[in-house]
Every structure is written in structure tokens, then in C-alpha cells.
């Protein structure tokens, strides 16, 4: 019994799906971060391109 509780604790499978989620969130973030602002962005341009062009 003892030896399953420690091979258990030696186990690092779990620490390293847990640094992968980790790692997914902050790229997931990022990606959030940077599609909003670049999407202002590109709403700004098509709008300045639409009141430019003429009504017709």
C-alpha cells in the first residue's frame, strides 16, 4: 500500500496536463486580447472607407 502512495506521489502525468491547460488559457488569452483590439481596428478603417465612398 505504501508503494502505490508513493508512486502516486512521484507521478507527474497530472502536473503536466495541468501546465498544458495553463499554457492553452494564456495563449487563448492572447489570442482574445489581440482579435478585439485588431477588430476595432478594421471597424474603424471600414467605416472611414464607407463614408467616403459615394451614396448610390
Not at 497530472?14 to 495553463?22: K, N, P, R, W
Amino acid at each position: 500500500m505504501m508503494n502505490k502512495f508513493v508512486a502516486f506521489l512521484k507521478d507527474e502525468e497530472g502536473a503536466t496536463a495541468v501546465e498544458y491547460g495553463l499554457i492553452i488559457g494564456l495563449i487563448a488569452a492572447v489570442i482574445v486580447v489581440i482579435v478585439s483590439t485588431l477588430g476595432g481596428q478594421v471597424n474603424s478603417s471600414f467605416n472611414k472607407v464607407s463614408t467616403q465612398l459615394p451614396a448610390g
